[in-house]
């Protein structure tokens, strides 16, 4: 499985979504695509030792038939990569189901967290709170392709509002990229830094989310006389 396929599933486990039919069915073709293409190439090239008058059909009907053995080897190999693609294409369905199902586990993490950074920003964090929020961060950017490909509007709003909401868009080139400079995403430093911002708060956006809120954002605050 490549780590795309393993990221999006150990998520799913991990906060038990479940499997879609599709993905089940799609993981149950591979598996036995895989299963029939590794016996085909663990066949031995049988032979007429040991004939004799009770086997010579089936000895010889063997023989013929490992005659064939590199082309079904070919064929057993293009269904396994037929599974393989079929697969990919499901996981690439289901990421939609999860980019929708994780937002609940990281808004409750993150309604966790902000409560106690309003409290007081120095305040020791629930490490479990900070460990799902990391987690999820990564997952995130795993499943956000490209960056700037949720965001029309520009590269620059895709990677802070794929977990976080702004208050307005000039926050990215004034405060967000000074405060959060050299930090990983994800990590207590990086979440406490994003709401140092005034306005910024946590919370998980999918891809058409994200469009529509930095398309509804203000370039600055008004400013008032």
Same mark, same amino acid.
């Given at each position: 499985?490549?780590? /795309? ?7 799913? +486990? ?26 085909? /190439? ?37 269904? +396994?990569?037929?599974?393989? !693609? ?47 929020? !990391? ?6 950017? +795993? ?42 995403? !994800?990590?207590? +430093? ?36």
């Amino acid at each position: 499985m490549n780590m /795309e396929r393993y990221s999006l599933a150990n998520a799913a +486990e991990t906060y038990s979504v479940d499997l879609p039919d599709y993905l089940v069915t799609a993981k149950a073709f591979l598996a036995a695509a895989t299963e029939y293409r590794t016996k085909v /190439e663990a066949l031995e090239q049988p032979t007429l030792a040991g004939v004799n008058a009770k086997n010579i059909a089936k000895t010889i009907d063997a023989i013929l038939a490992a005659a064939q053995h590199g082309e079904r080897l070919t064929l057993a190999t293009q269904v +396994e990569n037929t599974a393989d !693609g079929l697969l990919t294409d499901a996981y690439m369905r289901f990421k939609g189901v999860l980019l929708i199902a994780l937002a609940k586990p990281f808004d409750e993490a993150a309604e966790a967290f902000m409560a106690v950074y309003d409290r007081a920003p120095d305040a020791a964090q629930d490490p479990v709170v900070v460990a799902t929020l !990391g987690e999820l961060v990564r997952v995130r950017d +795993e499943m956000a392709g490209r960056v700037g490909q949720s965001t029309p509007q520009g590269d620059a709003y895709d990677l802070p509002t794929r977990v976080t909401v702004l208050p307005y868009k000039d926050v990215l080139a004034v405060k967000i990229a000074h405060r959060t400079h050299g930090m990983q995403r !994800g990590s207590v +430093e990086w979440l406490s830094a994003m709401l140092s911002v005034e306005g910024v708060r946590l919370k998980w956006q999918t891809p058409a989310q994200q469009a529509a809120h930095v398309a509804a954002l203000p370039r600055s605050y008004p400013v008032t006389v």
